[in-house]
């Protein structure tokens, strides 16, 4: 039989420095006594990235995507040496691989980069030496051809031709999950600083519950709303790829929570976490005549200029007039009031209205949407509390609330005992 | 008729922070618009490459080679980036390419590669398309074959079995050198903290004269004397392939010093400068037995733990017995004591001392071993000065004094004085 082969991927903070990695190290090296084929995915030590990011801007304000992404890429390099140093130190034969050099392709888009495929001859040429094999999160080759380089010149898997492009912020989670479909892992674990995936942030609300498993899809919604533990993309990637991700912590030997096709779906219609995001501002074109058209006139320039638009609400209109109001990420506020500005008058709106202090609340289950009586009890909870809905949007298993920032403290404790998510569920205890 | 091809090269010192590496890019840009095409070499930003060094140091105390390569090679992927960027931003293009993009391969050694060859395909490619081509130096791909990728696996120049090595101190130089001899380029400038080449360093000498030129030779002698300016290497690289090497200020327009087959060399033997070195510690083996072989047994452990044996001297003996010396780097004396030391008794010598508050004094000039009289006028001068000579060496071209440490600043200048090296000569004047 041949020995299973394990996943791991450590974030940031558990390679912030030398401790930590040699920490990691030994808790490597114990995985591999116990049996293991292991490939590690590393992300860039502690603030290394926003420490280049900066090094960037201290150069220029529109620093080259292309050469962004070799200089964000050196990070991870290096985390990955460094681990690879610690495990042989302590005589567990390693060697790190760059994301090209692991056979990682993506499309080719600088900064935020898509996974194309993975090319396993060298990780497993590696694993056959006895080796743990340590990849470079974040990252991999460009499989686009470099037009200029036809002809005489070498082709795209050459090393001449080898194009780096990072997958943008979260991508080592995206690496790991995509190694372990590529590789048919038993097992792909991240490590993390917390324990796991909680009913609601720990830090807001001291009973908050870690889940021993939660779905793709429920994953998904709470890391789209503000729960930072997993990557989007790499809870997709997983759910495409049918890949059991277990999140945990790199501090502690402790049981984690798995993202995995959830078992109990069907047994219930149940509230299952809460998330909340405070970077958020609120956008209001007032008095926008009701036309065919306003819309598209609106958001595709702030699309054009690479502006996240999230939700989008327009009422009723009254005398041939309406509100439209969308929500943007905060950062990027500034530079959408410059391109706003002009067109409140080329449409003929009546004034445009900004608001930095909001902040997204929302409850997140299967089937919620289908059980009646959630929506209810949410506004419910939050009128009881005092606390103003300013807007609303659903999908089939989230419901969201823009309110006051300063209130998310409040909502997020009220709703968490409104819904009771201390409290275990019956399916949960049965199989535990 | 084509444009002039310029090879320039910038030390870490000249990219230390975003000002520096601004100004080097507006330097670049001036020279992009007198019409040149540019490679240009970059080392890592000022103490890069140590802190890095320091990071593994903090992981083990012996970090594997080929692990070290890699994480060194990222400071050098970064300064590159950088200057690209601050190209883009000034509007040149530009684009950087890792020495494994640029075709640099090595004969694969860790830590100390030497350069195999230049595939010039992406750099000529990258150049037609009007770019400035940014290299990182010190690094390269190993040529030699992975052997446990045989088989299925890809061939050495696919990225996936692609392995950076660097080549060590200095390496930027030769990166420029080698790029210049393989691009055959029109100029090859190496531009630094310093204006050019001096008759002995400025700060001990205040009336140190910049050489307008200096043969490959007398240079290759001066950097292996302590002269830090330029790489040992680098210059025979140019030696070998008959590069004109231009030593020059990257922060002042000033003329610098060109490195060359020297045209006055025939018409003179004379002192052209002065070179110290401070990291020089002095070993003695004290009436070790005078009997075949014991040169062997002291000097073969000392190679096989990477220590560099400088002078050698050993007196003729004395009933039976004879005193052996020899200097090696200061920072490796407590390695070599750890070897010596049991080997006192086991080649039955009498005692092993050692000195660490030595140092080198050379004169160098073409010829001066054929002139009588430069060894007495030098040791005569030492003698003026009340400076004992501990021990000396001679090549064809120069003449080494050991002494002691604290008289290094006196010797330097007595010896710059009583060879006039502050009047140019008859043949630059002539020329200039």
Known sequence: MSSPLVVMKFGGSSVANADRIRRVARRIARERASGSQLVVVVSAMGDTTDELLALAAAITDDPDPRELDVLLATGEHQSATLVSMALHSIGAPAISLTGPQAGITTDGTYGKARIAGIDPRRVH????QGKVVIVAGFQGRSVKPLEHLDGDAPG???????EITTLGRGGSDTTAVALAAQLKADRC???TDVKGIYTADPRLVPDARQLPVIGYEEMME??????????VRAVELGWVNDVVIEVLSSFEDAPGTEIREDPFVEQRNKVRGLAHDRNVAKVTLVAVPDQPGVARRVFDPLAASGITIDMIVQNVGHGGATDLSFTIPRVELAKAKRILEPLVRELGARELTTDSSVAKVSIVGAGIQNA??????MFGTLADAGINIEMISTSEIRITTIIAEDRVEDAVRALHAQFALEVPEAAEAAAG
């Open 372 to 377: 009646p009586g959630y929506a209810a009890r």
């Open 189 to 191: 674990q991240i490590f």
């Open 125 to 128: 040429a590696e694993l056959a």
């Open 156 to 162: 795209a898997s050459d090393v001449h031709a080898a």
């Open 222 to 231: 709470l890391a789209h709303q503000g729960a930072q533990v997993m990557n």
